[in-house]
Every structure is written in C-alpha cells, then in structure tokens.
C-alpha cells in the first residue's frame, strides 16, 4: 500500500503533454494537488473497489493515481490522439489491466461509475468547454471531484443544484500553469482553482 508521499513522488513521474494544444486546454494536474484530491477520495471510500471514469484524462495523472490506490476499474476518456499517446506510455509500466482507453468525445462516454475524477478545460478559451463534462460527470457517476477555475463558482452551484448533486468539500489552490503556451510570460502563473467534491443527493 502506498504512502501519500509515494503516491505524489509516483505521480511526479509521469510524462505530461508534449506540445500542449491550446483550443482543448491541455493544462496537466500538478502532481502535488493531484495526490492530496486523491488521498482524500481514498480516505472517503471513493477509490477502493470502485469503478472510477477520468473525463478529458489528458496524460492520465487522476485516473492512474486512482488505479494505484486501489480503484476497481478506471475508464480514461480523452480526444485528442496525442495526449492518448503519452497516456498509454504511463500505464504501460505499471503492468495494470483493469482499465480501458476511450478515445473519445466526453460526451460519447456511455458507462455508469462510482467515482468520476475530472480536471476539464476552464471555459478560458471556449466558454463554458466545462459545461459537457458535468453533464456528462453528473449523468453517469455518484460521486464527482472536478476542478474549476474559482470565479466559475456560481456556474459549477448552478449546475450542480440542476443535476441534484450537492457540494460536500471544497479544495482550494493556487494552481501552477507552468510555460507551456508562449503567451505565458511568466515563467510560473498560478491561478486560483477549486476542486468540488459532488455528492449525487437523490
Ligand atoms: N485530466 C488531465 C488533463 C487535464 S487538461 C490532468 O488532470 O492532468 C484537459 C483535457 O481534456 C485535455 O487532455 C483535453 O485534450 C481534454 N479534452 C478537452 N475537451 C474534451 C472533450 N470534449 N472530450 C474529451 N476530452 C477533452
């Protein structure tokens, strides 16, 4: 069993998106947060023997940490054929089986899950590109942690009340957007963001 420390250090390793496009928002989840959302959802029950979807899974840092914690099965849905790529390189090592790739539209994604883990694009350049992946998040699983930039509180409530699904933790960090895009002129902007744990209530 891993330790939290372990697990972050594991999570450091993993490779992340190459050239990042910047229309899907291909920001990864910084390791650290990244441990802390998933050692939480390990110490609620959210993981062990439990069916888990990674939507926009990106290189796979939410749903491989979940399949390392002991998640029953992990679904990793994600578009764009590079960032798959990079995602199939990090599993490969860890000789798992109990996982299956879906190169797909989150909107196409079909399975019902216990736990979805999400880090979505922000709506930062097409409003609202998080929209389909709560929908989608809210349709198929019971309990949802989803990253959102914080001045998009009132939407994710919004949303949220919509779909009957109540807000039982809030997360907050100031998330490292490291020089990836060459508009970045800073070497390390951080913004602030909010992970939501959603409990589905009837
Ligand atoms: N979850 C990963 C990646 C976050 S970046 C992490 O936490 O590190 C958001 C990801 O969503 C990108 O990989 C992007 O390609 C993917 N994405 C954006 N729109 C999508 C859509 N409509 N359907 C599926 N994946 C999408």
């Known amino acids: 069993m891993l ?3 372990q697990l972050a250090i594991q999570l450091s390793k993993f490779a992340v998106f190459e050239k990042p496009k910047l229309k899907l928002e291909q920001y990864p989840t910084d390791s650290e947060i990244a441990s ?17 979807a990674d939507l926009g899974a990106g290189t796979g840092i939410l749903g491989i940490g979940a399949l390392l914690l002991g998640a029953v099965h992990v679904y990793f849905v994600e578009k764009d054929s590079d960032a798959v ?26 399975d019902h899950v216990d736990t979805v883990f999400q880090n979505p694009p922000f709506g930062t350049k097409q409003a609202h590109a998080d929209k389909p992946f ?3 998040a809210f349709s198929v699983g019971k309990i949802v942690y989803s990253f959102h930039k914080t001045t998009t509180d ?19 960090f100031a998330f490292p957007l490291r ?7 800073k070497k390390l902007e951080r913004i602030e963001v909010t992970c939501y744990r959603l409990v589905k209530s009837h």
């Not at 802390?36 to 888990?52: E, Q």
């Not at 797909?104 to 994604?109: K, L, R």
């Not at 009132?154 to 809030?170: K, M, N, Q, S």
């Open 179 to 185: 020089q990836t895009q060459s508009y970045h002129r």
């Open 154 to 172: 009132a939407f994710v409530r919004a949303i949220a009340g919509d779909y009957f699904f109540a807000i039982a933790e809030v997360y907050h």
């Open 85 to 110: 790529a990079i995602l199939r390189a990090n599993l490969l090592p860890l000789r798992l089986q109990n996982y299956t790739i879906l190169q797909m539209d989150v909107t196409e994604f079909q």
């Open 134 to 136: 709560m929908e989608k």
């Open 3 to 5: 330790t939290k420390k």
């Open 36 to 52: 802390i959302v998933l050692w939480d959802a390990l110490m609620k029950g959210d993981i062990v023997g439990k069916k888990v």
